[in-house]
């Protein structure tokens, strides 16, 4: 088995451009850094994880810095999609894990200013992250970082560092129908600085209906107290006023014009308005070989959310609809307190977090009369709480020269309760509350015989709690919260090898997920889904980047991943008859929806001078199934994009001008599906051929 993946891999890198593609490649891949985790630090080859940190140079020229996705595509096991539709969030997973997410992330910790920005239920957002200002992008995947606890498929962390030598930039980017402009100004002295970047983004989107406009403000400080005392405060901001929903389309309606916009958008006048806050506060202090490392952090947020989906009439005739026009607001905060301290050979962590959510949401009609997309009626109207408590111990152990072990245990228990303000006679009370708990072990190594080979293994479990919208609705249609459900658990699995021979740069990884109860569409109609688990279900797959850089003025990056998600175990679509109307089973050897199996990223950079840069980017990417019985696919496509970069030397500082263009060749590509959608409307186009024109100053 291990031999097919690496021979489809071969394959992969010599067929891409047959009819694959990605949907939005960047400009370069990057160079491949291990680090131990998401806090820590450590030799570069030498770790049992699979990690890839993304430096700020990197971050800067991989696109208009307008999407996180932008940087991840380059990264081998993510597939990470911009929608183009900014009612929705990034569309992100990790080999196969948060891809039927059909809004915001799940599946994947997120992280932005050391701030959680995945919620309690394992819900998450990245829209707010702080692309300009970044210091750095740190992603994390395999087995390992199960031990962040909830929905651990994978972790991104997004990181601003307010010590850094004091600068600022001013610059934006700019394409037909919109852009972004920014400012980010940096100030350090000794051991305090802050860091801050304010932005504004707008665009008229290039198929009706999908116009917004984004405005936000991060901030990160941190100033040194007595000793080795350090406090670290973070702030973000992000506005929304108002962000046009063009819905998908269906295979029909792509095929006859790729760029247009379903009807009941218009209709329905489909939109969302989002307002978020977030502040965060950490405490720590350094250890000295004698006395342990502490820090102490909390946050707290809040993000208010109103939505207008295209619910037709009809389907809210129910007394039991919720309505189609939502607002909704999340109260969000967190504890944490860690100690890692140095004992022989071994380097001890204990942690302990607590997070909550408190959800308001009330549902309306979004029709008063005959006018179509206004708020009318109350349909729904309930208070929905969520605490995660986590402990965590780990021991990274030096085994002798070359080896290197890490041992983690994480316990986690969950506590959903919702409590239902609309009752009546025909809608009865619906609250209800549930506890999940887990205990998630995992176990790496690492062997480096010698400074440009290591090889590493590891195992863990991860388990994944429904979130409160998969908990919302029944699937037999009846009233209350679905406490059927259960949390999602996995084994997985990886053996992985880093070989930097001379100007190579070798990192590839073979990985196996063996899943139970993963969360699944189980009926869609009338615009809403409810959910169900699944039976066993596996994922594996192959990850291989590849860099060559002689220190010339070629150079070549290369990622690639295979992966063969499949369901490994037959459900019935109920579990007696008659099903509901809507119903859906799932078969055995079915592909997992949402999941490219093959998928390739390859750029050629040519920099002649320090002022010059050039790339061309080839992206593949396999046919997608869009829902759980392989009826239909997203077609494949290969796509091209290239650049050019100049850099001019100024008296106060340097100046950059970059020009992009995407999809040069000018393909009807589907950048993104929305998974199982009742509607049949599954595909997300992606941009047409687009020039961006990109200009900074930073002195």
């Known amino acids: 088995m291990i031999a097919n993946r690496i021979a489809m891999l071969l394959v992969l890198a010599t067929t891409a451009a047959t009819g694959w593609a990605r949907d939005v490649p960047p400009p370069a891949l990057p160079k491949v850094a291990v680090t131990a985790t998401i806090e820590d630090g450590g030799d570069a080859i030498a770790r049992p994880e699979s990690s890839i940190r993304l430096d700020r140079d990197r971050l800067r020229q991989a696109g ?53 920005a995945t919620a309690a239920d394992g819900q998450g957002q990245i829209g707010h992250a702080p692309l300009a200002a970044a210091s750095a992008v740190e992603v994390i995947r395999g087995p390992l970082a199960a031990l962040h606890g909830n929905a651990a498929g994978g972790v991104v962390k997004v990181e601003v560092d307010p010590l850094a030598p004091s600068s600022a ?163 969000i905060g967190g504890v944490e307190a860690r100690v890692d301290w140095r004992a022989g050979p071994a380097l001890l962590t204990v942690g302990l977090n607590h997070d909550r959510l408190d959800e308001d949401r009330r549902g309306f009609e979004n029709f008063v009369g005959g006018t179509l997309g206004v708020r009318g009626r109350l349909r729904r109207d309930e208070s929905n709480t969520v605490r995660s408590t986590d402990a965590l111990a780990k021991a990274e152990i030096d085994l002798g020269p070359g080896w290197l072990a890490i041992a983690g245990l994480r316990g986690s228990r969950v506590r959903f309760e919702s409590r239902d303000r609309f009752v009546t006679a025909t809608n009865p009370d619906d609250s209800g509350a549930r506890t999940w708990t887990a205990t998630v072990p995992a176990l790496g190594f690492v062997h480096a015989p010698s400074p440009e080979l290591a090889w590493r293994a590891s195992v863990a479990r991860g388990f994944e709690t429904p979130t409160v919208i998969e908990l919302s609705y029944r699937p037999d249609g009846a009233a209350g919260v679905n406490f059927e459900l259960e949390p999602a658990r996995t084994r997985q699995h990886e053996l992985g090898v880093r070989y930097r021979p001379g100007p190579w740069s070798i990192d590839l990884a073979l990985f196996r997920d063996l899943g139970r109860g993963e969360v699944v569409v189980a009926r869609s109609e009338g615009g809403r889904a409810a959910f169900r688990n699944a039976g066993r279900t596996r994922r594996e797959g192959a990850e291989l980047a590849l860099g060559w850089d002689p220190g010339g003025a070629w150079s070549l990056d290369l990622a690639a991943t295979v992966l063969d998600a499949r369901y490994a175990e037959t459900v019935p679509p109920c579990r007696l008859p008659p099903c509901p109307p809507g119903a859906q089973g799932l078969e055995a050897g079915r592909r997992l929806p949402g999941i490219p199996p093959r998928q390739l990223l390859a750029t050629l950079t040519w920099r002649p001078s320090d002022a010059w840069r050039a790339w061309a980017s080839l992206a593949a990417r396999d046919a997608i199934p869009v829902d759980d019985r392989n009826g239909t696919s997203a077609p494949g496509h290969a796509r091209i994009d290239v650049g050019l970069a100049r850099t001019v030397a100024l008296a106060s500082g340097e100046f950059d001008l970059t020009l992009r263009i995407d999809n040069a060749i000018d393909r009807a590509l589907v950048g993104s599906v929305i998974v199982n959608d009742g509607n049949g409307r599954w595909f997300e186009p992606a941009p047409p051929r687009r020039l961006w024109l990109e200009a900074e100053w930073r002195w």
């Open 169 to 331: 930039g001013l610059g934006g980017a700019a394409s037909a129908d919109g852009g972004r402009a920014g400012l980010v100004l940096g100030r350090a002295s000794g051991e305090s600085g802050v860091r801050a970047e304010a932005s504004r983004f707008r665009t008229d989107g290039f198929r009706p209906h999908s116009a917004t406009e984004r405005r936000q403000f991060n901030a990160v400080a941190a100033t040194r107290l007595a000793d080795r005392w350090r406090l670290d405060a973070s702030a973000a901001a992000l506005d929304v006023p108002r962000a046009e929903d063009p819905l998908g389309l269906t295979p029909a309606e792509f095929a006859r014009d790729p760029m247009s916009t379903n009807p009941a958008a218009i209709a329905f006048d489909t939109r969302e308005r989002a307002r978020q806050r977030e502040l965060g506060l950490a405490l720590r202090r350094d250890g000295d070989g004698l006395e342990p490392a502490l820090r102490v952090a909390g946050y707290a947020g809040r993000r208010e959310v109103d939505g207008f989906l295209a619910i037709p009439v009809a389907a809210q005739s129910s007394p039991l609809s919720g309505g189609g026009a939502n607002a909704i607001a999340r109260d």
């Open 64 to 116: 208009p810095r307008i999407d996180l996705a932008e940087v991840l595509a380059s990264v081998p096991g993510v597939v990470a999609n911009p929608r183009w539709n900014f009612a929705q969030d990034t569309q992100l997973s990790i080999r196969g894990h948060g891809a039927r997410a059909t809004f915001g992330v799940r599946g994947v910790r997120l992280y932005v200013n050391g701030i959680p």
